[in-house]
C-alpha cells in the first residue's frame, strides 16, 4: 500500500504560524463584512433552530437589534462541534471536545423556547410548536439545520452504532463517533475482514465526512501492520465521490493506490446487523456484501416541517423539500419576511459549517436592509469549505463556490495539496474560529 508522506506540500512551520495568526484563524470562517449600524425596530424575529447558523445569527441581530423581541427556538440543551466528529471517530479527540451548551452561545435578552417547530404557516406568519403552542412572528429565519433518516436503511437503527455489531456512523451524534471509533478498533484487533464505506442518495452535510472517515481508517489499518489482511471497498450511488471534478479524480486515484475497491452505482437499502450481511441495490438488482464493519451515512432531508410547508422547494422543482430562499440573498421569494441559513436551505453545496459563517455575515446584511426597505446587496457565492483529511496528520483544504470554482482564502496553501498545515488547522484552530463564529464575531 503506498506511502504518501512525500507529498506535503512545503510550507514550513514558521510559515504557517505566521501567516495564520495574521490570517485570523483559519480561512473558512474568515469573511468581514461592512454591516449597517444598530436598527431602531420592536419587531419580533423568530429564529426556528440554535446550531451553527442560528446562534451566529441570533448574536449577530441582538446587538444590531437592541429593541427588537427575538425568540429562538430549540429543545435541544447541548451544542455540538459536528466537525469535532471525524476527529473523534477516528480515535483522536473525545467526545466531550465536542459537547457545550445551548444556552451559553445565546446572547442576553433573547427568549430561548424549548422545543421544536411543528408546522410553519408563513401566510399568517405563525409557527407552530409539538406541544400545541403557536407563536406569531414579524420576521422568520429558519436555521433548522437537516435530519437524519437511519431508518431509510431497512434493518438500521442509530441505536446499533457502537454496540458491538460492527456498526459505525460519523453522523449521528458524538457518542455515535466514539462509538464508530471503538468499532473500527474491534475490525482491526481482529485481524481480517471487510470494511463498506457508504455515501447516500440525498445531499448530505460535509460531503467530505464520509471520505475522511475512509482515509483515517485506511491509515489505522496500515499502522496495525496488517493492511494487506484487509479488504476496504467504497459503495458510491452516483458514481461520484465528490461534486468537485478535482476532488472526485484525487480520491478516486488515492483510492486506487490503497487498494480501496470504488463500486459505483450500490445503493445501501438494508442491513442485518446479527449476519454482519448489507444489502444494496446495484441498477435495480439486490446484491448482499459481507462485513466485519460498516460506515453508515443515512439519507439526509430538511426534515417533514419544513418539507410540509409552503416554505419548502415544491415537488417538481430542485430540491423539493429543503427550504426555498435565493441562493444569494438568502431570502425567500415568495414570503419576503422570511430568510434562511445552513443545512436546511435547498441548494447544492454548502451544507457546512464554513459556509455558514459567510452566509451570516450576507444574511445580516440583507435582514437589515430588509427591515430598512433598502435593496438586499449582498450575495453569496456558495462558499463550502471543509479540510479533507487524507491521512492522520495529512489534510487538504477543500474551498469553493457555485459551480465548483475554487475559492481559496489562503495565498499561502495549495487547494490541490496535501499538507500537515491544513491538518494543524483542522484539529487545533477551527475549533476557536468555529466558537468565534457562534458568537457572531470574526
Ligand atoms: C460528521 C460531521 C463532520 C463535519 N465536518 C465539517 C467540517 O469539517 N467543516 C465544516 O465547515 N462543517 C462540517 N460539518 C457540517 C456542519 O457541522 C454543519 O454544516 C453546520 O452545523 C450546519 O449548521 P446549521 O445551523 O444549519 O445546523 P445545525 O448546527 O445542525 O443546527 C440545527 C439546529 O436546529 C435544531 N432543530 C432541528 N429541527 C428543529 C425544529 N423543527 N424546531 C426547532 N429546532 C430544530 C436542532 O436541534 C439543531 O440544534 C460536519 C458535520 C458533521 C455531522
Redesign the pocket.
Given at each position: 500500500m503506498s506511502k504518501t508522506k512525500d507529498s506535503f506540500s512545503k510550507v514550513s512551520r514558521r510559515d504557517f504560524i505566521k501567516y495564520s495568526v495574521a490570517a485570523a484563524a483559519a480561512a473558512?470562517f474568515a469573511l468581514s463584512m461592512n454591516t449597517a449600524h444598530a436598527v431602531d425596530t420592536t419587531a419580533h424575529i423568530i429564529i426556528?433552530?440554535?446550531?451553527?447558523?442560528?446562534?451566529?445569527i441570533a448574536n449577530r441581530l441582538s446587538t444590531k437589534l437592541p429593541k427588537a423581541k427575538i425568540t429562538i427556538?430549540?429543545?435541544?440543551e447541548e451544542?455540538?462541534?459536528?466537525?469535532g466528529?471525524?476527529l473523534v471517530?477516528s480515535g483522536l479527540w473525545n467526545k466531550n471536545q465536542t459537547i457545550t451548551t445551548?444556552k451559553e452561545w445565546l446572547p442576553k435578552g433573547i427568549n430561548w423556547v424549548q422545543?421544536?417547530?411543528?408546522g410553519y404557516n408563513p401566510d399568517s406568519n405563525q409557527v407552530s410548536l409539538a406541544n400545541g403552542d403557536t407563536l406569531t412572528y414579524d420576521f422568520l429565519i429558519v436555521?433548522?439545520?437537516?435530519?437524519l433518516h437511519y431508518d431509510g436503511i431497512a434493518g438500521m437503527d442509530a441505536n446499533l452504532i457502537g454496540q458491538g455489531h460492527g456498526i459505525g456512523s460519523?453522523?449521528a451524534g458524538a457518542a455515535a463517533?466514539e462509538g464508530t471509533s471503538k468499532e473500527i478498533e474491534q475490525w482491526i484487533k481482529k485481524g481480517s475482514g471487510r470494511g463498506l464505506f457508504n455515501l447516500p442518495t440525498t445531499a448530505l452535510?460535509?460531503a467530505?465526512?464520509p471520505l475522511?472517515m475512509t482515509f483515517t481508517t485506511l491509515d489505522r489499518l496500515e499502522k496495525s501492520g496488517q493492511r494487506d489482511n484487509f479488504d476496504v471497498e467504497f459503495m458510491t450511488p452516483t458514481g461520484r465521490l465528490f461534486s468537485v471534478p478535482f476532488y472526485h479524480d484525487f480520491v478516486a486515484e488515492r483510492f486506487a493506490q490503497q487498494g480501496v475497491v470504488k463500486n459505483d452505482l450500490w445503493t445501501l437499502t438494508g442491513i442485518d446487523h446479527g449476519a454482519k450481511k448489507a444489502y444494496y441495490d446495484v441498477d435495480g438488482v439486490e446484491q448482499t456484501k459481507e462485513y466485519e464493519f460498516i460506515h453508515v451515512v443515512p439519507p439526509m432531508t430538511a426534515?417533514s416541517?419544513?418539507g410540509n410547508s409552503p416554505l419548502a422547494f415544491q415537488p417538481g422543482e430542485n430540491f423539493a423539500g429543503w427550504l426555498k430562499v435565493d441562493r444569494e440573498t438568502l431570502q425567500n421569494p415568495d414570503y419576503p419576511n422570511v430568510f434562511g441559513?445552513?443545512?436546511?436551505m435547498g441548494m447544492p453545496i454548502n451544507?457546512?459549517?464554513?459556509?455558514?459563517k459567510l452566509q451570516a455575515a450576507v444574511l445580516e446584511h440583507n435582514f437589515l436592509a430588509h427591515l430598512k426597505g433598502e435593496p438586499l446587496t449582498a450575495k453569496h457565492n456558495g462558499y463550502t469549505?471543509?479540510?479533507l483529511i487524507t491521512a492522520i496528520g495529512k489534510a487538504m483544504l477543500v474551498e469553493f463556490g457555485w459551480d465548483g470554482k475554487f475559492l481559496p482564502s489562503f495565498p499561502f496553501i495549495d487547494p490541490k495539496k496535501e499538507s500537515w498545515a491544513v491538518w494543524v488547522m483542522?484539529e487545533q484552530m477551527?475549533l476557536p474560529a468555529y466558537y468565534a463564529m457562534l458568537h457572531g464575531k470574526a
Open positions: 473558512p426556528v433552530g440554535a446550531g451553527a447558523g442560528g446562534t451566529s427556538i430549540d429543545a435541544r451544542h455540538f462541534y459536528q466537525p466528529w471525524t471517530a445551548t422545543g421544536m417547530v411543528a436555521a433548522s439545520g437537516l435530519q460519523v453522523y463517533a452535510k460535509c467530505g465526512a475522511k426534515g416541517a419544513i441559513i445552513g443545512d436546511v451544507k457546512t459549517a464554513a459556509s455558514v469549505s471543509c479540510p483542522k477551527l
